[in-house]
C-alpha cells in the first residue's frame, strides 16, 4: 500500500471482503491472501473464502431464489440495466484496479466497458428469452400443451482469472436474466474490481442473497461447490482440463449442470448472446384437457 | 333405511370375461438373432449368445447375440464410416424421406411387433397396441419432416449434427424408446450405434429388419445387443461423439462420471417419483381415472409414474375408498389377452425390487391394501397394490419403486401439496387435479418437473418436450426442443 513520503493526503485503503445474502462480512474463518502489483506491492489482503463460507451463500441464494425467478422478466431487466447504469459511474475506479494488477489501460477500459455492455444486452434479454424459446406444442389428442423455460436455481459461476471483470459479468448476467440465483467464485489472480464490483451489486436494486461474491482460492472452493447437493447448476469459463474433470465428475452427486465455456467465449471480440441464458433453463412441458 | 351396502366389485371372480388373447404366433420369431452392424446381421465376435425370455411364461423366446467391446468397436466404425461417407452428404430431405419410409413399415407391421413386445416385456396387448406402436410410428413420421426444417429450429442460431451418437434404451418400452433415440439423431444427421435393454431385445431387432427393408443406408443405424458391459463400451469408445441415456439414476450419475472431462454431449432421462396431487374441487371420478393410468400403466415401469398420491385431506376418504373400487375391476394377467389392464412384471429381478419395497413399506408403518385379484400360476405377477398413511421420509415415498405401487399421502393446504410434491431428489413429472384453472396454473407452475399434467397423467406425443429436473436428468426429448440433443447450436452473431 502507498506510504506519504510528502505534504500528500493519506490514501484510505478499503477493505475488501465477501458479498454474502446482501452484507459483506470478512470469510468466518479468519483467512487472508495477497493481491500485489507486478512490481510486488501490496495492493490489499482479500478475503480467502472457506466451505463455510460458501454454504451460508448457498442458505441465502435458496432463500432468494423463489422470490427472483417469480419476478417478471420486465422487473429483471430492469434490474441488470440498473447494474449497467452503477457500473458506469464506478467504471474509473475498476479501470484502475484491473490496472494496478498489470493489465494495459487502454485494455482494462475496454474491459471495463464490454462488461457494461453485457449487462444491457441482457438487460433486454430479461423479458424476451422465455417467448424464443415457449412452444405450443400441436400434439395429436385434445390438450393444450405448451413448453416454457424455467431457471434452474442456484448457479455457481466460476469466472475466469483474466478478463477478471468482463468474464464475471458475461456468466453471470444470462444467469441472473434467467431468474437464476448465483454464488460467483471470482477471479483469484485479479480479484479487486470483481470484489469491488459487490458494492455496485449492493446498490443497483439487487435483491440481497441473488448474487453472492467469493474470494479466494479456486482449488478450494471448486471442490466445496461442485460437491454441494443443493447447487444446481454450474457455469464456468476457462477450466483447466483437471478442474474441468473434476467438477463434472463432482456433478454426478445430484446431476448437476455444468456448462463449460472455453476462454474465447467470454473475450471482448466473442458475444456468447442467448445461449447462455438457455443453457441454465429447464424446459417445462404442461398438458391441459380441452373439452367442456 | 337399507343399510348401505359395502361395494364389492370383484370382477374376476364375479363373472368372467371370455379370454380374448392374441397369437404369440403372429410375433413371427426367428430362433436366434445376431447384432446388426453395417446394414447386416452379423455373427457376434466372441461367439456367445444369451436367452430372451417371456416374464408371462418363462418360456424362452429365442437366443440374442451379446455384443462386447469389439463388436461395439465394429458398430462405432460402420457408423462412422456412415456418417462421413453417405449421411451427413445426404441431401437433409432425403434424409427425411427415408425416416417417413421407416414410419410406414412399422405402421404395416405393427400388429407382429405389438404382439412382440407384449411377449417379450409383458406387457399388455392392449397397450403395446394402441399406445406403444401408434407412438412409435409418430415418432418416425414427426421427425421426419424435421430433417430438411432445422434452420426454423433455433432462432438467430446455426446447427450441425454432431456425428456418432451412443444409445442406450431401458426394457419398460423397448420399441417406443428405441423410437425416441433414433428418429431425433438421425433427422439430424447423426449416425446411430443403440443398445436396447437385455431383456427385451426383439422389437429393436425386428427393427433392423424393417430398417433394411427400408434400404436405410449400411451402418447408418447399428444395433448391438448385451448388458451392462455392452453398454459401457458404447459409453467409453473414443469415437462416439454423444451418448443417449435413459434408465436409472444410478447408471446415469455413473455415466456422468466417466464422462467427465470429455467433450461428449450427454443427455439423460432417468427415475421419477411423480407426485398426483388430488385437490377437494377436482372431478374425483376422473382424478381416480388419472390415478389409476399413472400407476399401473404398464405394470408401473414407468419413469414418470404418478407413483405417489398426495390428496387434500377433506376429500381422502371419498378418494381413497373410490380408488380401491376401482382397482378391484383391474384384470391382472396374460399380457396378449385384450382384456388384461396389468401385465406381467418384466423380469424376475424387478418383481424381487417390486416385493422387496412391499416389505419394507410395511416395516415403515404404512397400511398396504392388494386387490385379490386372481394372478396366473406360471410368470412374474404382481397386484395393484397401495400404500396408505404413507409419510413424506418413507423409502416408498421417496424411492422409485418402479412397480404397481402407489404411496398415498394428504395434506390441507395449497403449498403443503407443493412442498411434499417437490420433496424428492427426482423432477421428472407431475399431476395437478383441479377444476379451478387458476390453481391448475399455480400448482403446474411450481412443481419442479420437466412434465405436468393437469386433469390428466401419462399422455406422450413426438411434438411434446420430454425429460427431467434434478436427478431425474437433463435434456429434452421431442418437440423443437428434442433436437437440441443432438445438434451443435451455436450463435449466428449478427447486428449487435
Redesign the interface.
Known sequence: MSRNTSDKRLMVAKTYKLYIGGKFPRTESGRTFEARSPSGELLANLCRASRKDLREAVVVARKAFSDWSSRSGYNRGQILYRIAEMMEGRAEQMVNEICSQGVPATKSRKEVETAIERFV?YAGWADKYAQ?HS?V?????S?F?F?VPEA?GIVGIVAPNEPSILGLSTLLAPALAGGNVTIALVSETHPLAPATFAEILHSSDVPSGVVNILTGFRKELLHDLSTHMDV?AILAADLS?KE??????N?????K?VVHLPSKAVSATN?????PILSLQ????????IGT | MAKKQKNNLKFDTDWQYDPAPESPELAKLNDSYDLFIDGKFVKPTGGKYFDTTSPSSHKTLAKVAEADKRDVAKAVTAARKAYEGTWSRLRPSERGKYLFRIARVIQERSRELAVTESLDGGKPIRESRDIDLPLVASHFFYHAGWADKLSYAFAGRKVSPLGVAGQIIPWNFPLLMAAWKIAPALATGNTVVIKPAESTPLTSLKLAEIIQEADLPPGVVNIVTGAGSTGEAIVRHPDVDKIAFTGSTEVGKLIRKTLAGTDKRLTLELGGKAANIVFEDAALDQAVEGIVNGIFFNQGHVCCAGSRLLVQESIAETLVRKLKDRMGTLVVGDPLDKNTDIGAINSKEQLKKIQGYLKVGQREGAEIFQTSCSLPKRGNWCPPTLFLNASQSHRISQEEIFGPVLAVQTFRTVDEAIDKANNTPFGLSGGVWTDKGAKAFHVSERIKAGVVWTNTFNKFDPASPFGGYKESGFGREGGRHGLEAYLNVIEAGGNR
Open positions: 444486452h424464443v412452444s406444442n400441436p400434439v395429436t389428442s390438450h400443451n413448453s434452474m444446481n482440463p474441468r474433470k473434476l467438477t463434472e465428475e456433478s454426478a452427486l445430484n446431476l449442470r458475444h456468447p448472446g442467448l445461449s429447464e424446459t417445462k412441458t404442461t398438458w391441459h384437457p
